[in-house]
């Protein structure tokens, strides 16, 4: 390390925002569970990221990597363009815009500026935990670790009290916890998360953080605690992570016949609890039910939803029709009419697609934006250490074709976690 970064890890300011980004890294799993209502849930590790950006204008600069600046510089393209969309959008509106049938947050605009507010906050803090990763690895990974096991125990609390049929305790800022009826069972399945896919998707980057630290034991557990969020994705994700390990481990240190010892004990694990999932029916119902049982309402939804954002992509390719505008556009360009809504008030549409929402509110220019900062993180990773880093990544790009949103802090922490830790081992980048 140079003498100008020991003199800066020296300062106050550092060590403060040394125990920030560690309680942003703790907290990523409390997004909704300890939040505070203000028409949006605050979270903890956003107040956190304030705090270390008030730190970092003390101090006049933001501590950063030089993999992470590289990586960070389509985002910023992309937060420009987006702002050049919306305000021109502002001006003379695409014909379509609709918005009186449902609640919105803040209208069209307002929601537009929201997003990008939100994802400067995920990139401010994918620049700070990759800082941190590179300088403090053990530190950072305890406080993943240790999020993540709190949020499990949670999760399997409220599992248990469904079994128990006991009103369970529900953490400040959650009023209802999502359920899924699974046979004759109705379990609850998002911990301390909003929705079970968000909580699912954690779980999997999870895993992968913790068989990057050697800690096998957890990563089964979490895994574990995976299949308890009922997310058809995440549970395929997490399939493929685990075959990924073990068809090329990134630990190979060790005698043949131990690793052949370690692999079999690992497959015979893998049978049993397939067998279980088969024999109780999980199986059936929540992934081969969900792909291709009888029930085609959610599928044929979900076709739906992207049909619309590939409508929207065609009408206006090159830029979209604008940041967290999908919702203010669906009635125009919808496909088909087969959303039914739950509540007597509609909710705002959305594309449930990280990369069809991008086409359809970003056009070709913020979809290849984002690829090239998802190439960027993936050159990171070619390290055989990093191997169960990059087999989360190749979970995650599955999970986005059914996720809501880019701008959820965990992924974003992820991404940091990579170009962190890379910078330690000469051999990560391609």
């Keep these: 390390m140079s003498i100008g970064a020991l003199a800066y890890k020296a300062t106050p300011t550092g060590g403060v925002r040394r125990g920030l980004a560690l309680l942003v890294v703790a907290t990523l799993p409390f997004a909704l569970g300890l939040t505070i209502d203000l028409r949006f849930p605050l979270k903890i590790y956003e107040v956190a990221l304030g705090l270390a950006a008030l730190s970092c204008l003390a101090d006049l600069r933001v501590p950063s990597l030089p993999a992470a600046r590289r990586a960070a510089l389509p985002l910023i393209g992309l937060l420009g363009f987006a702002l050049a969309v919306l305000l021109v959008h502002a001006w003379a509106p695409p014909r379509g815009l609709e918005w009186s049938e449902f609640e919105s947050r803040f209208g069209p605009l307002g929601d537009g500026i929201s997003k990008i507010l939100y994802i400067t906050l995920a990139l401010f803090g994918f620049l700070l935990v990759a800082w941190q990763s590179s300088r403090d690895e053990d ?24 079994l128990a049929g006991v009103e369970p305790f529900l953490l400040p800022g959650i009023t209802e916890s999502q359920r899924v009826t699974f046979g004759d069972l109705t379990l609850m399945r998002a911990g301390p998360f909003a929705e079970g896919n968000y909580f699912g998707l954690y779980l999997v980057l999870s895993t992968a953080v913790a068989l990057y630290a050697g800690r096998r034991g957890l990563a089964l557990v979490l895994s574990a605690t995976a299949l308890t969020t009922f997310s058809t994705v995440n549970i395929l994700g997490l399939v493929i992570l685990w075959t990924l390990v073990l068809a090329r481990p990134a630990d190979r240190s060790g005698t043949i016949s131990r690793r052949v010892l370690y692999g079999a004990g690992a497959l015979m694990l893998i049978a049993a609890v397939a067998a279980a999932l088969i024999s109780t029916g999980y199986l059936q119902s929540v992934v081969l039910g969900k792909l291709t049982g009888e029930d085609v309402g959610s ?29 203010y556009y669906y009635d125009r360009y919808q496909f088909v009419s087969v959303y039914l809504p739950i509540d007597p008030v509609l909710a705002k549409h959305i594309a449930n697609n990280v990369y069809i929402e991008l086409l359809a509110e ?16 993936w050159r990171q990773t070619k390290a055989p250490r990093l191997r169960p880093l990059r087999y989360g990544l190749v979970s995650m790009l599955l999970a986005l074709n059914a996720f809501p949103t880019i701008s959820v802090m965990f992924l974003w922490a992820f991404f940091g976690f990579i170009v962190g830790v890379s910078s330690r081992h000469p051999d990560a980048v391609e």
């Design 362 to 377: 970003l056009g070709l220019v913020g979809l290849l934006l984002f690829v090239a900062f998802l190439i960027q993180i």
């Design 299 to 327: 599928r044929l939804e979900r076709l739906n939803q992207a049909l619309t954002g590939l409508q929207m992509f065609r009408a206006h390719p090159i830029a979209g029709v604008g940041l967290s505008q999908y919702g």
């Design 139 to 162: 530190a950072v990974v305890r406080a993943w670790l240790l999020g993540a096991c709190f949020a499990s125990a949670y999760a399997w609390y409220l599992v248990l009290s469904s």
